[in-house]
């Protein structure tokens, strides 16, 4: 009963900046973590960030630096700031609510990132 809705993603040249958001509606008092996870064409989806309705994130070692993921409670959307982008960051990327112990897990339908010359 979660619905995701993400936006930002877009063509960009390496070594810039894009600006993800998912905004979350429905049974939305579920939601403990939210996160971005990310695909490439040939190759298995991953965890880029996660983040817990306190505020704690955590990241995948490839980003860390460079993406910063936050949330409004209020707005109920979550954000995923990338800097200094590079080609190996373009994937199709998804954002990913969940409640405590994982029962209610729900998807975004997703969005393109290109990083490219």
């Known amino acids: 009963q979660v619905q995701l809705v993400e936006s930002g993603g877009g063509l960009v040249q390496p070594g810039g900046s894009l600006r993800l958001s998912c905004a979350a509606s429905?049974?939305?008092?579920?939601?403990?973590?939210m996160g971005w996870y990310r695909q490439a064409p040939g190759k298995k989806r991953e965890l880029v960030a996660h983040?817990?309705?306190?505020?704690?994130?955590n990241y995948v070692d490839s980003v860390k630096g460079r993406f910063t993921i936050s949330r409004d409670n209020a707005k109920n959307t979550v954000y995923l700031q990338m800097n200094s982008l590079k080609p190996e960051d373009t994937a199709v990327y998804y954002c990913?609510?969940?409640?405590?112990?994982?029962?209610?897990?729900?998807w975004g339908q997703g969005t393109q990132v290109t990083v490219s010359s």
């Open positions: 990913r609510s969940m409640d405590y112990d994982g029962r209610y897990d729900y």
């Open positions: 429905g049974s939305i008092f579920r939601i403990y973590t």
């Open positions: 983040i817990t309705s306190g505020g704690r994130s």
